[in-house]
């Protein structure tokens, strides 16, 4: 039977090795927080303390990371998985940007591993249902591979062969969701200071040519009663919005 590694225990990751976990697909995880690591197994589920052990010990790697920097560490770090003696393909579902894809690729060839890029969209609430949108691209063989388990977690849509395509298309689909988010900001603003009902506004505006996922989602269950909680850190937006500025200026591409 396959053993599935998983590293990164965070708001998404967490629900994304849980879906796993119950369907009884064997484990092995880790996070930086080794509390939270240990917490989560039971089981089918173990816990090691770096990602080489898990890549001692899992065929298929998964990694639900922050930033670029945390990738690299978890990849290439003294105790990273291309270090590992056993797992021959690692699936990055975090957001990292295109160019990162390929040093993540380009670093684990030499050991033997391959590598596929597979950012995924939907947030807590589609990592908890399983409902994720997962942008895989790599390898037909490895897709194949990864796929029964990727199905857990939500749909996947290959979107290329070559490293750094999935990531490519995660940037343009949150760059997307930030100019919407913003856009919308500002009307409900406006709307508001013009003495319109906010949920009116959006009322109208959910059926009309101004629907968007703010509209639709977000503002409605975290702007209107001001819990704002997106389930989402503004820094990681942040963070996604600029990656894509970079990835726009490799082709000279303007951005406003």
Do not use: W
Request: hydrophobic content about 45%; charged content about 20%; some cysteine.
């Amino acid at each position: 039977m396959t053993t599935i590694g998983f590293v990164g225990l965070g708001n998404m990751g967490l629900p994304m090795a849980t879906r796993l976990r119950d369907a009884g697909v064997p484990l092995v995880v880790n996070d930086a927080r080794g509390e939270v690591a240990r917490a989560f197994a039971g089981g089918q589920v173990s816990a090691v303390d770096s990602p080489r052990e898990v890549a001692d010990r899992a065929d298929i790697v998964f990694m639900s990371l922050p930033t670029p920097d945390a990738v690299r560490a978890v990849v290439g770090g003294e105790l990273g998985l291309v270090h590992g003696r056993r797992a021959k393909l690692v699936a990055d579902l975090s957001t990292t940007g295109p160019t990162l894809a390929r040093e993540v690729a380009k670093l684990l060839e030499p050991a033997g591993i391959a590598f596929m890029d597979a950012p995924v969209s939907g947030g807590i609430t589609g990592a908890q249902k399983g409902t994720l949108t997962i942008m895989a691209s790599g390898a037909m063989a490895d897709h194949e591979r990864a796929l029964p388990f990727l199905g857990h977690i939500g749909r996947v849509v290959r979107v290329g062969d070559a490293a750094g395509q999935g990531q490519a298309m995660k940037l343009l689909n949150n760059e997307l969701s930030a100019t919407a988010m913003i856009a919308t900001a500002e009307v409900m603003v406006l709307g508001v200071k013009a003495g319109l009902d906010p949920a009116v506004m959006l009322d109208v505006l959910n059926t009309s040519s101004g629907r968007n996922t703010a509209t639709a989602d977000k503002f409605p269950r975290s702007v209107l009663d001001r819990s704002f909680n997106f389930g989402f850190r503004s820094v990681l937006f942040y963070k996604d919005v600029h990656l894509c500025r970079q990835f726009a200026a490799e082709f000279g591409v303007p951005f406003t």
